[in-house]
């Protein structure tokens, strides 16, 4: 693609965050508005113009399967070379090569899991611990280290961020755990992976040779969710910059959800007063969910307060209209869980595949209720959080054959070919009845030949605007190889970039962040989980309806909200729904779905005697509006005061005053036409 047609294949706002080539950049990008399409075409537009040579940049994100995801992207634009990685990635690959240079010998060991040493460094404290406890503050040194607080300052920096006391342990006694964590780790002669970060960050600091070499490599860097950066990756990142402004972030503040690892938002809402000159785009068009759900999205999010909420994004639908958002209350969790199950089963005989629905909760311990229910109902599902899909010993050894298999069946086409090799590891055409370990494996062999019917089927990277879909009438390229998918699965097994695996998902919701389905059931929707308890101060409880937020987004066309009255069936029934719902649930105390009309979404709930039609007809007229002004719906009239007008029917300017959110500058510009809506509609 020329640098021309790759802004042509985006929409106003993303190609303006394209076109931006240089830094400094913020991009504020609310969920499902193709974020990851405009900063890959970015890149790819910076080196389509010669502004930047692929090896210049370094672009990171938070999550393996993103970066991943990132460099598949920028391959099939045609850009080879531009390093995408994680932050821990980047940073011990540039650690492991300076390491012999700056110390001398091999680099330490990497630390995979703390828990045994903060258990040694506690046993020698005299503490005594469990498991549960050794947990805990492991995850509360984890936080001092990645927001850069040492042991001597840990008992400030705690009480100043009111952060409460660890598995019952005094803020002195954390902080003497710190030192001798750090002591134990010294001892070993281990590293762990927050040592990746500062170690080379003090490297580049120090040694001005050494920065000198990284900042002579990398000139261009992009930051994906940069919301969720981390004190320790900030100050990385400010190393490798080395006080140049060729950046470009993207983030929403309304997606912050890991405040409690030390990830803040802090860096991406001050990006422009730390960069006066930064250019500041916002994506608001959501092409990833219908209406509906957008609608439901924004009210969900426009309850938060604070700066946060004051930078955040409302989101503006781009799909069709979908079906109605579904709300029930069951009598306990048993029924909640079969009656999920059973609509789940609806869904997938009327053509829903499995992989594309997912069952969300705010606890991992909510999933066994959901499981058994799954698997009673004969559907199958996966947990995530589990093995790793490359790790699987049936995953290891298909990729064996398939290797193999890559040098003697050239002549096969690559589909047929993988289902004879892996027809030898067990997999069949039709998947086995019964449940367990038989079915697992069938489901990660499955999941391989879906991958190559995929990747046999893919055509050239030319898209449209709304959205991340390629656009067939481009040439065809050579048909896909046994070679071209073994590839696949070593740049995939690099990045850990799972293939889906058909069956239903069941994730908390921290897991899901990222992740999207045609399907979502958001399910546990009881004060006490959502927020869940420990939510004790505002902060946290505004963090916690960000990640109901975050779970409402992830859903492409149905979404359906549920709790439960009482945990076990026949108990009290005393569980009420979430605060966070106020006003959204409809007031009847059985199952109900919201009513919809045409393509504008969710009916808010109103008082009085309502039009619907009206309501749709003024939506339409503001929909036109913001096409002819070039700006977001909202800007025009926002949904509550279009649900007044709808309500109230003004016959004039006066009645139309009497409305919250029309002030007299835009009763002079849209008074007239929405008084002569309003008029026809009598």
Known sequence: MSADQLLEALDPDQREVASAVTGPVCVLAGAGTGKTRA?????????????????????????????????????????????????????????????????????????????????????????????????????????SKVSLVSADDYVRAASATGRPAPAGYDRATVARLIAAYEEAKDARGVIDFEDVLTMLGHMIESRRDIAETVRGQYRHFVVDEYQDVSPAQQ????????????????????????????????????FAERHPDARVVRLVRDYRSTPQVVDLANRVIAAASGRRRSAGLELVAQRPSGPPVGYTVYDDDDAEAAGVAARIGRLVAAGTPAREIAVLYRTNAQSEAFEQALADAGIGYLVR?????????????????????????????????????????????????????????????????????????????????????????????????????????????????????????LASLHAAKGLEWDAVFLVGLSEGLMPISLAETDAAVAEERRLLYVGVTRAREHLELSFARSRAPGGRASRKRSRFLDGLWPDSGGSRRTGTSGRGGATPALGGDHDPVLYEALREWRQQVALETDKPAYTVLVDATLSGIAQLRPASVRELARIPGIGPAKIDRFGPALLAIVAAHR
């Open 235 to 270: 100050y990385l990142l400010d190393q490798w910059l080395g006080g140049r402004h060729e950046l470009c972030v993207v983030g929403d503040p309304s997606q912050t959800i890991y405040s409690f690892t030390g990830a803040t938002p802090h860096h991406l809402l001050t």
């Open 39 to 143: 900063i890959t075409h970015r890149i790819a537009y910076g080196v389509r113009t010669g502004t930047y040579a692929p090896t210049s940049v370094l672009a990171v994100t938070f999550t393996a399967r993103a970066a991943g995801e990132m460099r598949t992207r920028l391959r099939e634009l045609g850009v080879g070379g531009v390093q995408a990685r994680t932050f821990h990635a980047a940073a011990l690959r540039q650690l492991s090569f300076f390491w012999p240079q700056v110390v001398g010998g091999a680099p330490p060991r990497i630390l995979e899991h703390k828990a045994p040493v903060v258990a040694q460094a506690a046993t020698g404290l005299g503490l005594g611990v469990d498991r549960l406890s050794v947990r805990d503050l492991s995850s509360e040194i984890e936080w």
């Open 385 to 505: 959080g589990g093995e790793r899909f490359f790790a699987r010993k049936e995953v290891r050894d298909a990729i064996v054959l398939l290797r193999g298999a890559a040098r003697s069946m050239a002549d096969v086409p690559m589909p047929q070919a993988v289902r004879d090799v892996l027809a030898s590891a067990g997999w069949s055409p039709e998947a086995p009845a019964a449940r367990g370990a038989l079915r697992e494996r069938w489901d990660s062999l499955q999941a391989l030949v879906t991958l190559a019917d995929d990747l046999a089927a893919r055509e050239p990277a030319t898209a449209t605007p709304a959205g991340d879909e390629p656009v067939s009438g481009a040439p065809a390229r050579g048909a896909a190889s046994l070679v071209d998918l073994v590839a696949e699965l070593d740049e995939r097994a690099s990045a850990q970039h799972a293939p889906a695996v058909e069956g239903v998902t």
